[in-house]
């Protein structure tokens, strides 16, 4: 049986598609990556921007994927080949790279979410929160739970996804959500607490001013990582679509989904840092491991809830791990006859030696995460944007109304979109990245080698 008939199958029932895509694109993203972003970035000034980008490129970039996954039902090397020509194929093997690069650490920061859910059962964190969060978040023990992690993908991935995906996101979502409205709830309530919120929620638009040349390639990269865009996710899902979907109402629902559940968890962790007297800043990466650990060491049944809300985000961590890890193995099964089991693992270990290095220190986690988020998805997002925007946009405006009906001018208007609002934007977010970037390996990465040798 070819990878295809297996994925499929997936898609069988009229959920799987948009459940699948709801559960690549919740994922650590939302729950880790966003409130750490924000806490970096000046607070409700990145969030006026991301939310700015989740609405400027969003929309039009997921539909872009959508519908060269759907016209072509092929992974995305196969797919940009068949939709812009042989050339083309190198954005796909760029998206496989990409796909490889994020996985690895990735896989890290998801064994951290492990350690934390270890952690509640025995009340490991329990009244230390950040030694806690140091003493797991590199050394032997993340390393130990990295490889854990990435077995855990192997093993489902090597088993093909339906089951896997489409159960553990029926129940993921709904938990996750109900258990950071239970923990915003709770955050209201601490004295403190306005605090948070006045730094979450009242944009001062000189911070945006002073420090754009940081947030708008921050912002424009969360909003892609947090989306699973970029490097062909959606395309590939979106091969497996059997049936003519509305395929704008499918992106309107996967965006708001992921966004709500983004907001809430900055509803969650900025109350608890301000009121526990941390800050927003301090923690960086560390920052909603610390913050949720302080909540359930504090809170009223705080151990069931800590290993119930671990749990529900490990799995959401591992829904998006398998697509990520599901864009390669299709690639390696697709192109280069790879037997699904074979591929899988050789895959996951070459992921997992690459992330290895990530469990040395913090600041190699922004040495991967910087350079993946804000510099290759949104190069692999212009590219592709180009291609569908420029060159086969009669084509895929048809595809798009295929379940819609007639768009009118509203294909236009989203071709328009792709063409200059969204490629300006995304060079000037990309080409601010680089210089971001620069800075970063010559200054804290510097340091950091410096120190060790
Ligand atoms: N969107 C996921 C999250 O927020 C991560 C992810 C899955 C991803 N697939 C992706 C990010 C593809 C970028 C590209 O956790």
Request: charged share 10%; glycine share 14%.
């Amino acid at each position: 049986m070819g990878v295809t008939d297996v994925i499929r199958e997936n898609w069988a029932t009229r959920l799987g598609f948009i459940l699948a895509a709801v559960g690549s694109a919740v994922g650590l993203g939302n729950v880790w990556r966003f409130p750490f972003q924000v806490g970096q970035e000046g607070g409700s000034a990145f969030l006026v921007m991301y939310l700015f980008f989740v609405l400027l490129i969003g929309l039009s970039a997921i539909l872009a994927e959508f519908v060269v996954g759907r016209r072509t039902e092929l992974n995305p090397v196969g797919a940009l080949r068949e939709v812009g020509g042989s050339s083309w194929r190198y954005l796909g093997g760029l998206f496989i790279v990409i796909g490889f690069v994020i996985l690895s650490y990735y896989s890290v920061v998801a064994g951290w979410v492990l350690r934390y859910f270890v952690g509640s059962l025995t009340g490991g964190y329990f009244g230390e929160p950040e030694a806690y969060f140091v003493a797991i978040a590199t050394g032997t023990d993340a390393l130990l739970f990295h490889a854990i992690f990435m077995a855990l993908v192997i093993g489902i991935v090597s088993f093909g996804v339906k089951r896997g995906i489409e159960l553990t996101v029926k129940s993921m979502v709904p938990l996750l959500v109900v258990l950071m409205v239970v923990l915003a709830v709770y955050a209201a309530t601490l004295p403190g607490s306005a605090e948070g919120y006045a730094y979450y929620f009242s944009p001062e638009f000189s911070v945006i001013v002073n420090d754009w040349q940081s947030i708008v390639p921050a912002a424009a990269g969360q909003a892609f990582f947090t989306l699973s865009l970029g490097m062909g996710v959606m395309i590939t899902y979106a091969s497996y679509l059997g049936e003519d979907r509305n395929l704008g109402f499918d992106g309107v629902t996967i965006i708001g989904l992921d966004t709500g559940i983004a907001l809430l968890a900055g509803l969650v962790a900025f109350p608890i840092l301000f009121a526990a007297g941390i800050g927003a800043a301090d923690p960086g990466a560390g920052a909603i491991f610390v913050a949720l650990a302080g909540a359930f060491s504090e809170i009223a049944y705080g151990q069931v809830l800590g290993t119930v809300f671990f749990f529900a985000f490990a799995l959401g961590a591992l829904t998006s791990a398998i697509s990520l890890m599901e864009v390669v193995v299709s690639y390696a099964i697709d192109e280069h006859g790879m037997e699904r089991r074979r591929a899988t693992a050789v895959i996951g270990l070459g992921m997992f030696l690459l992330g290895a290095p990530v469990t040395i220190d913090l600041v190699m986690v922004d040495l991967y995460d910087i350079l993946a988020a804000q510099i290759l998805l949104p190069l692999g997002g212009i590219l592709l944007v180009i291609l569908v925007g420029w060159i086969i946009n009669e084509e895929m405006v048809d595809e798009l109304s295929r379940g819609i009906g007639d768009l009118g001018s509203l294909g236009v208007a989203w071709i328009w979109m792709l063409r200059v609002p969204v490629v300006l934007v995304l060079v000037v977010s990309l080409g601010l990245a680089v210089m971001g970037y620069v800075d970063f390996l010559t200054g804290p990465f510097a340091e950091f080698l410096g120190s060790t040798s």
